[in-house]
């Protein structure tokens, strides 16, 4: 998408530090951070909502979580993460590329549900 900031970071149009990358996804520190560590892995194909998903996105977003896992000490996340992923609106997604937030380094406060 040509006005997508995450795309634009993807192409290398906008410069940011890699902490990981293969050929599925990368994993960025979020510019607004909601805890003190906080990460985005975003995919390298551009949708903007889970239903947009096809078979094949689906295997990418499962690589994506079980790398995530594997990745997780090298963060700084030893001691436990938060995995967030925000659809439409109404849940605060501003980026319409999907990504998933990933944070950690303290202990998180849990919302009443």
């Known amino acids: 998408m040509k006005d ?3 795309c634009s970071i993807l192409e290398g149009k906008i410069p940011s530090q890699r902490y990981y990358e293969d050929e599925r996804f990368i994993v960025i520190k979020d510019i ?3 805890a003190k560590l906080h990460y985005l892995a975003i995919p ?3 949708y903007k909502l889970l239903s947009e998903m096809n078979d094949s996105d ?3 977003l499962g690589h994506i979580m079980s790398t995530i896992s ?3 000490p090298k963060l700084g996340l030893d001691g436990g993460y938060r995995l967030v992923i925000n ?3 109404d849940a ?3 980026v319409f590329h999907l990504h998933i937030h990933i944070l950690g ?3 998180m406060d849990f919302p009443e549900l």
Do not use: S, Y
Request: proline share 4%; net charge positive; aromatic share 4%.
């Open 4 to 6: 997508c900031v995450f």
């Open 32 to 34: 607004e951070p909601k």
């Open 44 to 46: 390298k194909k551009h």
């Open 58 to 60: 689906r295997d990418d």
């Open 70 to 72: 594997q990745i997780a």
């Open 87 to 89: 659809q439409g609106d």
């Open 92 to 94: 605060g997604q501003t």
């Open 105 to 107: 380094g303290q202990k």
